[in-house]
């Protein structure tokens, strides 16, 4: 059996005045694109800073390739790529000088998807990378994380400052090369649309825990949202609860995810005066997470 690019147990991280980790469990396997929701302030960005060893838990395990993030070998780090949240480029020299620095580190740097994604997304050379846009620092940040060609590609919120064709563009470039190639990908988006066409699974955070890790397609396919009176209701124990909410008025709303074996049962719902509809992944990702 393989073992988990990146496996998270029981971590706890506490900033002051805030737990940013509570406990969280997190698994992915090597050629899974993973998309992690959650609202802001969730901890979603400390999440990944831990995972890749850029801070230390308090609290819980950490493995990424099998080792430990806070002493990963150069080996393991010349497999990984990282698109932070915040722009982290050296801003006084220009794209070539950086890009030339950065190359010196890694054995397997790719020269000609380099150069083309340059001349695609018209990022200027010799222009100091403090006086580039938003949008061009953004690419260039990606650029950097592909040029290696790393195994596991971790991207924090990577298309924020792009308008709608650079962002068509990036995951046209992470379709073609990066998920056909089998790499591992975890990203953080708040563009649910851009998600649903690339990842595999996604994974839910509510404050400080990943409450739902699940394949995309059996989230969206088999998750519904069912609700009736609450004395109907307290009698289904079948499907997995994802929220439960009762009212005043002797309603209960709930969301389960069937079975495949479970769909023939809709109708008997149905025909009781109980409403089941499906739910689509931004109204899931809305109900789960308030």
């Known amino acids: 059996m393989t073992s988990p690019v990146l496996e998270m147990r029981n971590a706890f991280k506490r900033f002051p005045g805030k737990l940013a980790l509570d406990g969280s ?32 838990v308090d609290i819980g395990e950490v493995r990424l390739l099998g080792e430990s993030p806070m002493s990963l070998s150069e080996t393991a780090r010349s497999r990984v790529g990282y698109v932070p949240q ?27 998807k380099v150069a083309a994604l340059l001349d695609r997304w018209s990022i200027p050379l010799h222009t100091p990378i403090g006086k580039l846009s938003g949008g061009e620092k953004q690419r260039l940040s990606i650029i950097r994380a592909l040029a290696h060609d790393p195994d596991v590609l971790v991207l924090d919120e990577p298309v924020a400052s792009l308008d709608p064709g650079g962002r068509r563009d990036f995951l046209r470039e992470l379709v073609e090369r ?3 190639n089998e790499t591992t990908v975890v990203l953080s988006t708040h563009i649910l649309s851009d998600l649903e066409r690339v990842a595999s699974d996604v994974a839910i955070m509510v404050a400080g825990k990943i409450i739902l890790h699940q394949v995309l397609d059996t989230l969206t396919e088999h998750t519904h949202r069912v609700v009736g009176p609450t004395q109907l209701l307290q009698e289904i124990a079948f499907g997995k609860m994802l929220k439960r909410v009762e009212d005043r008025a002797g309603n209960t709303t709930l969301l389960l995810t069937f079975g495949e074996a479970d769909q023939g049962r809709i109708d008997d719902f149905r025909s009781k005066g109980i409403r089941v509809e499906a739910i689509a992944l931004e109204d899931l990702f809305i109900e789960i997470s308030q």
């Open 178 to 180: 990066t998920i056909e």
């Open 25 to 56: 469990n997190f698994t992915v396997s090597a050629g899974r694109v993973v998309g992690l929701l959650g609202r802001n302030g969730a901890g979603k960005t400390t999440l990944l800073e831990c995972a890749l060893g850029l801070r230390e």
């Open 86 to 112: 915040q722009n982290d480029l050296f801003e006084w020299l220009n794209a070539g000088q950086m890009l030339a620095f950065f190359k010196a580190f890694y054995t397997r740097w790719n020269d000609s």
